[in-house]
């Protein structure tokens, strides 16, 4: 399945109306480059599995080779650190700009009959949400390995605590991944703003980490129990308030 890459730009428009409610009116500040991002959450239907769904993905490959779309690019995530009501499978799509994702949504609509009715064959889903994603922190995952392409992907949900501003969340967050790079945390870093489809969204946006493996994963958490979590609380503990996160095999 072709890399996910989440660094390029989309419609401003889009932006404000996702995010405006935690941005300060400071015109001056330039932010990271954002990609609209839709996701699906799934389950199997009775007597289907991994390998029903699989078929469906390798046709739906097929069918945007066909038409020559190479604007949108889709992962399946899988459950792995959940809670109760996690789904069996989620799709993450990214169009790589708003024409991009209006346009390929109309085709879809159209012309991929047969291919969704495979999907609807081996799944139902039960969510359809749509998000902007802005790259925070590319220093990993930035779409140009050519290596494996499977990876752990964490979701938080944050907001910024009263009196600061996403602006006060950015500035920590470049001190933040200068330190990283200093000490050898390996992640990259989106944050996501709810756009449309979400049921709760009681929250101002999503963080989304990405690491290359659980040995990744696995050394970045031993250097915050070796003390480095106090430059981390020191940064962000009075700035944004984020829930336990919700890990996932991508």
Not at 81 to 96: K, L, N, S, Y
Not at 144 to 152: A, I, K, Q
Request: hydrophobic fraction near 40%; charge should be negative; charged fraction near 25%.
């Amino acid at each position: 399945m072709r890399k996910l890459i989440l660094t390029a730009a989309t419609a401003g428009l889009v932006l404000t109306s996702a995010a405006g409610s935690v941005f300060a009116q400071d015109e001056e500040v330039e932010y990271p480059s954002m990609r609209i991002v839709e996701t699906w959450t799934c389950k199997y239907n009775e007597g289907k599995g991994r390998a029903d769904l699989d078929k469906a993905n390798a046709a739906w490959n097929k069918w945007m080779d066909k038409r020559g779309h190479k604007d949108y690019t889709a992962l399946m995530a899988t459950p792995y650190f959940f809670a109760e009501a996690a789904f069996d499978v989620g799709w993450i799509g990214v169009a790589r700009d708003g024409h991009a994702f209006g346009t390929g949504t109309d085709v879809w609509l159209s012309e991929g009959g047969k291919v969704s009715d495979m999907f609807s064959e081996a799944i139902t889903c039960d969510s359809h949400s749509a998000f902007v994603s802005m790259n925070v922190d590319p220093s990993e995952n930035d779409g140009n390995d050519e290596g494996d392409d499977t990876f752990v992907l964490s979701f938080s949900n944050c907001s910024v605590k009263e009196g600061h501003t996403f602006e006060d969340y950015m500035a920590a967050t470049k001190q933040w991944n200068e330190y990283a790079a200093e000490h050898d945390f390996r992640q990259a870093g989106w944050v996501w703003f709810p756009v449309a489809g979400e049921a709760d969204d009681d929250y101002d946006f999503k963080f989304a980490g990405a690491e290359d493996d659980y040995r990744t994963m696995g050394a970045n958490w031993q250097l915050y129990l070796d003390g480095h979590w106090q430059k981390s609380n020191e940064l962000f503990e009075d700035i944004v308030k984020c829930d336990a996160s919700r890990i996932y095999n991508a």
